[in-house]
Nanobody, 124 residues
Framework: QVQLVESGGGLVQAGGSLRLSCAASGRTFSSYAMGWFRQAPGKEREFVATISWNGGTIYYADSVKGRFTISRDNAKNTVYLQMNSLKPEDTAVYYC?????????????????WGQGTQVTVSS
């Protein structure tokens, strides 16, 4: 069993920054890809960013490219999402996910474990 605990969400003004963290336990963290997804009210969950097992491959959604940065520290079993230049449309619950595979993946069905989510609210 894998446990994922997100932290770092909150309320921020447009143009501000937040850093999300996701601490993992219960599995060999360094062997698997990790991802961030988000879900806004009334919308489907969408892909935000993913990072391969060793950090060598990273993908972003077009909507966050150039503003968000995903990274991981395998020694700390933690993945991060640095969010800069936040916009009101970034408001959502952000979920950390652990993949069943080692390669970076945008496809949510390749993720077998999910955190409880952390709320990010960006005011205009």
């Amino acid at each position: 069993q894998v446990q994922l605990v997100e932290s770092g969400g909150g309320l921020v003004q447009a143009g501000g920054s937040l850093r999300l963290s996701c601490a993992a336990s219960g599995r060999t963290f360094s062997s698997y890809a990790m991802g961030w997804f988000r879900q806004a009210p009334g919308k489907e969950r969408e892909f935000v960013a993913t990072i391969s097992w060793n950090g060598g491959t990273i993908y972003y959604a077009d909507s966050v490219k150039g503003r968000f940065t995903i990274s991981r520290d395998n020694a700390k079993n933690t993945v991060y999402l640095q969010m800069n230049s936040l916009k009101p449309e970034d408001t959502a619950v952000y979920y950390c996910a652990a993949a069943r595979v080692s390669y970076a993946s945008r496809w949510f069905k390749e993720y077998g474990y999910w955190g409880q989510g952390t709320q990010v609210t960006v005011s205009s």
